[in-house]
């Protein structure tokens, strides 16, 4: 990515991002901070390749982010706009992610945060005013299905 050396090339990506959402594209967000010690290149390649070979390179970005607050369950991925955050990601998820869930909205259990009194899967980020104007989610950021 090119570095932002003025407020106008700022506006000038926030602008773009922007347009993009509106065309209705699905960005999936391969945290490829810490995430990486534990893997998410190859996810980051694998979602790229599933992405490519099934079709949706129009509908879906692949996009390499920062931190995502959830390090201890690394590797994470968000997909947005649906809000899904999963967590241990392999590159062996990748075919499943994209056929299920990019696909056919549906949402994958084992890749899920589990709540530690109940075991129940959590899917979803809880807009934060804050953060949502990145798109990155931070810890606590979470709320069941
Ligand atoms: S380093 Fe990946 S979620 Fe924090």
């Known amino acids: 990515m ?17 347009a993009r959402k509106e065309k209705g594209l699905t960005e999936v967000h ?22 490519k070979s099934r079709g949706l390179s ?9 931190c995502h607050g959830f390090c201890a369950k690394a590797p994470v991925i968000a997909i947005e706009p649906m809000g899904v955050q999963y967590q241990e990601v392999t590159p062996d998820d990748a075919g499943e ?3 299920r869930t990019l696909k056919k909205n549906q949402l994958i259990d084992r890749l ?10 959590i899917f979803y980020r809880r807009p ?3 953060l949502c104007q990145t798109g990155a989610p931070g810890p606590g950021q979470l709320r069941p299905d």
């Open 30 to 51: 391969v945290c490829m901070t810490g995430c990486r010690a534990y893997g998410a290149t190859g996810v980051l390649e694998a979602l790229n390749e599933e992405v």
């Open 112 to 121: 899920a945060y589990r709540t530690p009194k109940t075991f129940q899967p």
């Open 97 to 99: 992610i994209v056929a």
């Open 2 to 18: 090119e570095k932002l050396s003025s407020i106008g090339r700022l506006e000038w990506l926030r602008n773009k991002i922007l």
């Open 128 to 130: 934060d005013p804050l």
């Open 58 to 66: 129009r509908q879906v970005e692949i996009r390499a982010t920062g």
